[in-house]
């Protein structure tokens, strides 16, 4: 009696709590690399992503002024005053602090510290200092000073102006952002204009041997697309287009155009067969009945495989890797960007941060952009 017409399955609260946890999951790691693309290197090495709006402990070297500018004499006695924190990209409340870092929790806010020889510094919780001696002392380089602070947080553009406008190949993304385009783009047209007319001959054509061409397609789904990376460039080279954009605009759309065959098929072959037949009827032809006709109605069908081929060639690294080879970084993608910026910036996680969401901006856009018809696409022929 659980299921009788108009009552609510008893399982529709876990149906809902599952698809809200796996949002949030799907979310997390996406939200993470948004807020860690405009924090400093100091935040990300303190703290995690999720503490980005809350003041955080850090250990930092700052340093005095400048004594021999700066000095001014008291009584007999040079000081120099002033605060840690200017000139200093950070604030903050300092908690302890040391004139060494093997004891950097030495003295606390106000204390005098001994510096030898008659010479004396005392710092403040706001970064005052007051640093005493005589000439010959107080003279150099100003003296540094080990604290450890709660900095409030900060966000900055910094990380983005650096990875989009730096002037070197190395660190910038701009021209990598470009090639990319210019390999998505015509790799997901090329496969959707070949793959249409081809799913509208299977589907409403008769000719000898369209079952067998039916099962072989389906068949080319199951391949690896690694078994045919080395024969392919080796065609590729044999006939000249082996390093370059053309290349690749073929190799995606080979692999492409089996999924973009079965799946605009299947909802092609689902359409109303009336509409076709009266078509016919009137005396169009076969052309005039998939660009006036098919086309128009398929359009979830084409926009769903233009959303799976967008985001595989987007985020592709391994046929770019085999079929895009460029020393100079003329047509370097963003995927292998990417790489090249952890072999050369492992450590600047504020700038691998930036890079990837500047990566994958571009696929949540799309994907949110067209999600609506990602599920009619899919279903597509399913159904009868």
Same mark, same amino acid.
């Given at each position: 009696m659980d299921n009788i017409a108009g009552k609510k399955s008893s399982l529709t609260w876990a149906v809902n709590l599952s698809v809200v946890l796996l949002v949030v999951l799907w979310l997390f790691p996406t939200v993470g690399l948004l807020i860690s693309s405009f924090r400093t290197a100091d935040q990300i090495a303190t703290t995690?992503?999720?503490?980005?709006?809350?003041?955080?402990e850090q250990n930092l070297v700052l340093r005095a002024a400048d004594p021999d500018e700066n000095r001014v004499e008291r009584d007999g006695v040079y000081v120099v005053e002033g605060n840690l924190f200017e000139g200093e990209d950070v604030t903050g409340k300092i908690r302890v602090w040391g004139t060494s870092s093997q004891a950097i929790?030495?003295?606390?806010? @106000?204390?005098?510290?001994?510096?030898?020889?008659?010479? +004396?510094?005392t710092v403040g919780a706001d970064g005052a200092y007051s640093w005493t001696g005589s000439e010959d002392q107080i003279s150099g380089r100003g003296q540094r000073v080990f604290v450890s602070a709660m900095v409030p947080p900060?966000?900055?553009?910094?990380?983005?102006? #650096? =990875?989009? &406008?730096?002037g070197s190949n190395t660190d910038s993304m701009a021209k990598a952002f470009f090639n990319t385009l210019t390999v998505t783009i015509p790799a997901t047209i090329i496969p959707i204009l070949i793959a249409a007319f081809a799913a509208y001959a299977l589907a409403w054509m008769d000719f000898k041997g369209r079952a067998l061409l039916i099962a072989v397609i389906v068949g080319l789904l199951v391949v690896p697309l690694q078994l045919a990376l080395i024969p392919l460039l080796k065609l590729h080279n044999g006939i000249g287009i082996g390093?370059?954009?053309?290349? =690749?605009?073929?190799?995606? +759309? @080979? &692999? @492409?155009?089996p999924l973009a065959i079965y799946l605009? #098929?299947?909802?092609? =072959? @689902?359409?109303? #067969?009336? *509409? *076709?037949?009266?078509?016919k009827v009137d005396g169009a032809t076969d052309f005039q009945? &998939? +660009? #006036? $006709? $098919?086309?128009?109605?398929? &359009?979830p069908a084409l926009a769903s495989f233009a959303i799976f081929q967008f985001l595989w060639t987007w985020n592709d690294l391994l046929v770019a890797k085999v079929f895009l080879i460029d020393a100079t970084g003329e047509t370097t993608v963003m995927t292998n960007q990417i790489v090249e910026l952890l072999g050369t910036r492992g450590g600047n996680w504020e700038i691998l941060a930036t890079a990837a969401f500047v990566s994958i901006a571009v696929p949540l856009g799309v994907f949110f952009a067209m999600q609506r018809y990602l599920v009619r696409g899919l279903l597509a022929g399913s159904v009868k």
């Open positions: 995690g992503w999720w503490k980005a709006l809350f003041p955080a929790s030495a003295f606390t806010p @106000g204390e005098v510290a001994d510096l030898g020889d008659g010479e +004396t510094m900060k966000f900055t553009l910094a990380n983005y102006e #650096r =990875v989009l &406008f730096s390093k370059g954009y053309l290349g =690749v605009w073929l190799a995606h +759309t @080979g &692999f @492409g155009l605009l #098929r299947n909802y092609m =072959v @689902g359409l109303p #067969r009336d *509409i *076709i037949e009266n078509a009945i &998939f +660009t #006036r $006709i $098919i086309l128009p109605l398929s &359009f």
